[in-house]
């Protein structure tokens, strides 16, 4: 099992549209997690970290789930330049050890 | 946040050449990792780079191959040697400030290796 899972999708959605991606994890100590925004040929950008309550950003809402040991995001009125590659990152506690998910594509059509 | 200046952004080498790409931070970091990225796959971590010490390296990446210097808190190489096609890829410098804080990155290097 891998550490950190992602669906790659890709996902393609309207303008407009709700999207959420799902991310699981396999080290039930791992303490941070983190969503990443990668476009084509950029280096990753770092989108919003997550808390264990669960945060909010304009369009963007993060959640964790400890128990069931997956992260969430959700992303709506999706808009064009939302087109991109997620990248969803855990780090082990205590350490400076990061752990990349292989990324969600997600394409929104005009 | 870190400013990372990463370079070359890119470059085209013959296989059996080295190829030495630099990172330099505008503030002093404890930690700095470099990543390689293979066409269409994630971020896979080569090593971690201490100031002062000898980098760690994860499984399936050795010195030889990748020597990396770390000669102070603002800077770090990252070398790739004796180059081979399968080396084509993106290559990141990264730096985190504080274990469990988001890392920061590069704007990577584009290696093609013919």
């Known amino acids: 099992r891998k550490e950190v899972e992602q669906d790659p999708g890709p996902f393609n959605v309207p303008e407009g549209a709700t999207v959420a991606f799902n991310c699981t994890y396999s080290?039930?100590?791992?303490?941070?997690f983190f969503w990443y925004r990668q476009d084509c040929r950029k280096e990753p950008k770092l989108l919003m970290s997550?808390?264990?309550s669960g945060n909010e950003d304009g369009r963007f809402t993060a959640q964790l789930n400890r128990a069931s040991q997956y992260i969430s995001l959700l992303i709506r009125d999706s808009k064009l330049s939302d087109s991109a590659t997620y990248l969803c990152?855990?780090?082990?506690?205590?350490?400076?050890?990061?752990?990349f998910g292989t990324g969600t594509r997600l394409k929104v059509l005009a | 946040s870190a400013v990372i200046s990463q370079k070359p952004s890119r470059d085209i080498c013959q296989r059996g050449t080295s190829l030495t790409i630099q990172c330099q931070v505008d503030?002093?970091?404890?930690?700095m990792f470099w990543y390689r990225q293979q066409p269409g796959q994630s971020l896979t971590l080569i090593a971690t780079?201490?100031?002062?010490?000898?980098?760690?390296?994860e499984s399936g990446f050795v010195i030889d191959k990748f020597p990396i210097s770390r000669p102070n808190l603002t800077f770090s190489t990252l070398t790739v040697s004796n180059m081979s096609p399968e080396d084509s890829s993106i290559y990141l410098c990264?730096?985190?400030?504080?274990?469990?804080?988001?890392?920061?990155f590069g704007q990577g290097t584009r290696l093609t290796v013919v």
């Open positions: 990264s730096v985190a400030g504080q274990a469990n804080t988001e890392a920061f």
């Open positions: 080290n039930s100590a791992s303490q941070s």
């Open positions: 997550v808390y264990s």
């Open positions: 990152v855990v780090n082990e506690a205590g350490t400076y050890k990061y752990i």
């Open positions: 503030s002093q970091v404890t930690m």
């Open positions: 780079a201490n100031q002062g010490s000898e980098a760690t390296y």
